[in-house]
C-alpha cells in the first residue's frame, strides 16, 4: 500500500488540466479511524479493479495540520508499518480545480451527503458507502451502499471479499480489522454497536490472517491512544473528533470528547473559549458528547450544550430531552457555565450517529417556522455583528469582547429589555430617561435644517466654479 500512496501524491503534483482525472475517495469531516480507514482501503481497492482512466485516490478530509490530533489513526499507522507523510490530505488536493476541469469523480465513504461548503462538487459523487442514515436522496446515476452496521470499513472489507479477495493482505487486514473492532467496542454485545455483519467480517479476517494482534489487546491500545487528550487546548479536543451539522443558514458542531464533563467543564475559561470557538468557524452551536469508562470498563456518556444564544441553546436542549428514536434519558446536572447545558446521558448504547439525525431534523424544523416567523432573531446568534450605540452608528467590538459581553450578560439574555449600548455606561446618558418622544413635524423640521444646511455649503462651491 505505501508504493500506492506515494503514487498518489506524484499523480496530484500536476495540474488539474494536464491530469487524465481522479477519482477521490472522500472521508467525512471527522477524519475518524473509520473514515480514514475506509478511503484508503476502498481507493487502493479500486486501484487494483478499476479499468477506468481516472487515478484512484484517497484524500482524508482535513487539513494535514490536523493530522496529530487523530492519536488512534496516528497509532493503527504505524502498527500497519505506515506513516503519515504518505497520506494526502483535503489542503493538498483542488478537487474544485479538478471538478471544473471535468476530471473528478468522487465516492463518499462514512458518509452520504456533502456539507454545504462543498455543494460545488455535488455532480462529481459516483458513490456512496457508509453507515449512517441517509439524509438525502442521491442522484439515479449514484451507487449507493448504506447499511446501519457497526463501522464503514465492515462495508469496505464485505466489497473487497466479494469482488478481490486476492487485494487483501496483512498491511490491509489489521487496518480494517483495528477499525471495526474499534467502532464496535470490541465486538461487546453489551455497547450496542456491533452487528452481525460486523462480527462475520472481524472473524473471517481472524481466521484468513492469524498472525493480527489479540482482539482484547489491540483494541486496548487503539483505546489507549484514542483518549489520550493530555496537552491538548480546548480548541483540539473540540476538534479532535467532530462532526457538523448544517442547515438552514447555521452550523452546528458535534465533538466526542473522552473524559468527565465534570472536568471538562471546570477547564479555565472554558466559556471564552467555547464562544471564540465559534467565532472562528462560525459554529451557532457546540454539542459534546463525552465518553467516560468507569471501574469494569463500561463507558458512560454525558452531554454538553452550548451557545451564547439562549435560543439555540434552549431549543436544541429540548428537542435532545424529548427525542425518542432514540431516547437518550438525559438528566440535567450542575453546570459552572451559564451558558453550557450539562446532562447525565441514562441511554449509554445512544451515540452521535443516532444524535445526528435528531440534529438534523431540528434544523428542518427551525427553518420552517422561521419561514412563518415563529422563531424570533436573538441577539446573541452566532453572526456577533456589530453593536449600535445610541445615535446608531456601528461600534465594531473584537470577537473576544463580544463574547465576555454574552458571557456577562448571560443571567438578563431572556429579557426583552435591548442590551445597554456600550457608551451608555457613562453618568448622565440621554437614554437613562427611556427613548425620546419625537413627533412626525419633528422629523420634517429637521430634515428642513439638514437640507437647507447642505445648500448652504454647495452655494460657495458653485460660485468658485463659475469664476474659474
Not at 431516547?327 to 441511554?347: D, E, M, R, T
Amino acid at each position: 500500500m505505501e508504493c500506492f500512496l506515494r503514487n498518489c501524491q506524484f499523480i496530484l503534483k500536476g495540474t488539474p488540466e494536464s491530469s487524465p482525472g481522479l477519482h477521490v475517495v472522500l472521508g467525512s469531516e471527522a477524519c475518524d479511524l473509520d473514515s480514514m480507514v475506509s478511503s484508503l482501503a476502498f481507493a487502493y481497492f479500486l486501484s487494483k479493479v478499476s479499468g477506468t482512466e481516472k487515478s484512484p485516490v484517497p484524500v482524508l478530509n482535513i487539513p494535514r495540520a490536523e493530522f496529530p490530533l487523530h492519536t488512534d489513526s496516528d497509532f493503527l499507522l504505524r502498527e500497519c508499518g505506515l506513516t503519515q507523510d504518505v497520506l494526502v490530505f483535503r489542503d493538498e488536493v483542488d478537487l474544485l480545480g479538478f471538478h471544473h476541469a471535468g476530471k473528478l469523480a468522487l465516492t463518499l465513504v462514512d458518509h452520504n451527503a456533502l456539507p454545504s461548503t462543498d455543494c460545488d462538487l455535488q455532480g462529481a459523487v459516483v458513490e456512496v458507502i457508509d453507515h449512517h442514515q441517509l439524509e438525502s436522496r442521491p442522484s439515479s446515476s449514484c451507487l449507493v451502499t448504506v447499511e446501519t452496521v457497526g463501522s464503514c470499513a465492515t462495508l469496505v472489507t464485505e466489497r473487497i471479499i466479494q469482488k478481490a479477495p486476492e487485494v487483501l493482505d496483512q498491511q490491509l487486514a489489521q487496518l480494517l480489522y483495528g477499525t471495526i473492532i474499534t467502532d464496535c467496542v470490541n465486538m461487546a454485545p453489551e455497547a450496542g454497536r456491533v452487528t452481525p455483519k460486523d462480527s462475520k467480517y472481524a472473524v473471517l479476517l481472524e481466521s484468513r490472517f492469524p498472525g493480527l494482534p489479540p482482539r482484547g489487546a489491540l483494541f486496548q491500545s487503539l483505546q489507549n491512544a484514542k483518549c489520550d487528550i493530555s496537552g491538548l487546548t480546548t480548541e483540539q479536543m473540540l476538534v479532535k473528533d467532530l462532526k457538523v451539522a448544517s442547515g438552514e443558514g447555521l452550523k452546528l458542531a458535534v465533538c466526542v470528547i473522552y473524559m468527565t464533563l465534570e472536568a471538562f467543564l471546570q477547564r479555565r475559561g472554558l466559556q471564552q473559549e467555547l464562544c471564540d470557538f465559534c467565532l472562528k468557524h462560525s459554529y451557532s452551536l457546540v454539542i459534546t458528547m463525552m465518553i467516560s469508562f468507569n471501574e469494569k470498563k463500561e463507558p458512560f456518556r454525558q452531554l454538553a450544550v452550548y451557545s451564547s444564544s439562549a435560543l439555540y441553546r434552549e431549543e436544541m436542549s429540548r428537542a435532545l430531552e424529548k427525542a425518542h428514536s432514540p431516547c437518550f434519558n438525559l438528566s440535567p446536572i450542575c453546570s459552572p457555565c451559564a451558558q453550557v447545558k450539562a446532562y447525565l446521558q441514562g441511554n449509554t448504547l445512544a451515540s452521535r450517529k443516532t444524535m445526528m439525525p435528531i440534529i438534523t431534523d431540528c434544523l428542518k424544523d427551525w427553518g420552517r417556522r422561521a419561514v412563518h416567523g415563529g422563531i424570533p432573531e436573538d441577539r446573541f446568534s452566532s453572526s456577533c455583528g456589530p453593536v449600535m450605540d445610541d445615535d446608531s452608528r456601528p461600534q465594531h467590538h473584537t470577537a473576544s469582547q463580544h463574547c465576555r459581553r454574552a458571557a456577562e450578560d448571560s443571567g438578563m439574555e431572556d429579557s426583552l429589555v435591548p442590551p445597554t449600548p456600550m457608551n451608555s455606561l457613562v453618568e448622565g446618558c440621554p437614554l437613562d430617561g427611556g427613548l425620546p418622544r419625537v413627533s412626525a413635524e419633528a422629523v420634517l423640521q429637521r430634515f428642513r435644517e439638514v437640507t437647507a444646511e447642505l445648500c448652504s455649503e454647495e452655494r460657495p462651491r458653485g460660485q468658485r466654479s463659475g469664476e474659474s
